[in-house]
């Protein structure tokens, strides 16, 4: 297991260019309603609450948010 190892920035840039980071929630455009996402793409804040409608962020927030579900859910598969 590779505990110490963190998510290289540049994947991190790469996931940026083909994601839009939007500040306030949106709903998702085949339902008009949930899943509402924020930021980079995110469905879920980092203590596993869903994004609602109503809900914002801030730029660094975003990036701290799509970071935290970067390491947690995908890098560990990596």
């Not at 590779?2 to 840039?13: A, L, Y």
Request: net charge neutral.
């Amino acid at each position: 297991m590779r505990t110490n190892i963190k998510p290289p920035k540049c994947g991190i840039e790469m996931i940026k260019r083909f994601e839009s980071c939007e500040l306030v929630a949106y709903p998702d455009p085949g339902t008009g309603g949930d899943p509402w996402t924020i930021g980079w793409g995110n469905t879920r804040w980092d203590d596993g609450r869903p994004v609602k409608k109503g809900d914002v962020i801030t730029a660094k927030g975003a990036d701290d948010l799509l970071y935290f579900w970067i390491e947690k859910s995908f890098w560990p598969g990596v």
